[in-house]
């Protein structure tokens, strides 16, 4: 029986278990991440982060050769074990945590790349946290129609990848959304191969203040469910409504989740359009765990 320590963090309410692995000698089987991600039965979180050298994982090497600076790569599985490309929340306590046990350094101005599955992703110091490059984004589009529980009539999605696979839903009012019932799976149709994380929003009244979008969303993760943020889905959702608003809706957007609130920021790169994602970050416990 091997033993792990681990920290607990969170980003706005959506949690994870860390652990550092540099040399990745640990792999854990997906059942035994889900009994610790059990909130009854284990630690309890939406995932869990394994923070190792690129160089030790064989997903590590499309990010050494993007950019050879991406020493530390993320890791990232869902409640249930599964595989995710990318975590928006996630990689900012990803970075809170290398950056507090040592591991990174990370000065204000500078910045830290990581390694995900989705590729890599800078983050820098921001006023409320950290600030990650999420990168360039991509309109799936469509017209897929999502059905909720509690919410009467199927409605139509907008499909956006931004690096991991979205359907937002635009509904009319607070109570709608207050109403839905996402400890069930919404319905997608037609049905992802791979899954899809579902995001419902609102837009604020007014839409736009001092130049800045106003949103609130929810959101079942595929492999988690229902999460009190998703920083990916926070960003896709922005994206959606910057699309729906239609000419001179803004490029930067606060985005509330039942675990408080990010900010979105879209802006020019060189290879095209990327999008920014800030939030806090909290190291919450540590502990030992054995496995």
């Known amino acids: 029986m091997a033993t792990i320590s681990f920290t607990k963090g969170q980003g706005t309410g959506n949690d994870f278990v860390i652990f550092s692995d ?51 790569f993320m890791d990232y599985r869902n409640a249930d074990g599964s595989i995710a ?16 046990t040592g591991l990174a350094d990370l000065e204000p101005g500078d910045t830290l790349p990581i390694g995900t599955r989705s590729g890599v992703r800078d983050v820098q110091r921001s006023t409320n946290g950290f600030s990650a490059d999420m990168g360039r984004w991509r309109l799936d589009g469509g017209e897929p129609l999502v059905r909720a529980k509690e919410l009467p009539v ?5 499909g956006i990848n931004v690096g991991n696979p ?19 799976i919404p319905v997608v149709d037609p049905e992802p191969a791979d899954g899809v994380n579902v995001e419902f929003m609102v837009a604020a009244d007014p839409l736009v203040s001092d130049g800045v979008g106003h949103i609130r969303m929810r959101v079942h993760e595929r492999g988690s469910g229902e999460t009190l943020s998703c920083g990916t889905g926070a960003v896709a959702t922005a994206l959606a409504a910057r699309y729906w608003a239609g000419a001179g809706a803004p490029n930067q957007w606060r985005v509330d989740v039942p675990g408080g609130r990010v900010g979105v920021r879209m802006f ?21 765990l054995e496995v």
């Open 22 to 72: 540099p040399d990745g000698e640990v792999e854990l089987s997906p059942e035994q991440i889900a009994a610790i991600c059990d909130r009854h039965f284990g630690v309890g979180a939406d995932g869990m982060l394994r923070a190792v050298r690129s160089r030790s994982i064989d997903a590590g090497a499309a990010a050494l050769a993007e950019d050879p600076d991406a020493e530390w």
């Open 166 to 184: 979205h359907v937002v839903v635009a509904l009319a009012s607070d109570e709608e959304l207050d109403a839905a019932d996402l400890s069930y």
């Open 154 to 158: 199927a409605r139509p999605g907008l």
């Open 268 to 288: 020019a790169a060189e290879d095209g359009e990327h999008v920014s994602l800030s939030g806090p970050a909290e190291l919450v416990f540590e502990g030992v």
């Open 85 to 100: 490309e990318m975590c928006g929340n996630g990689i900012r306590v990803f970075s809170k945590y290398l950056i507090e």
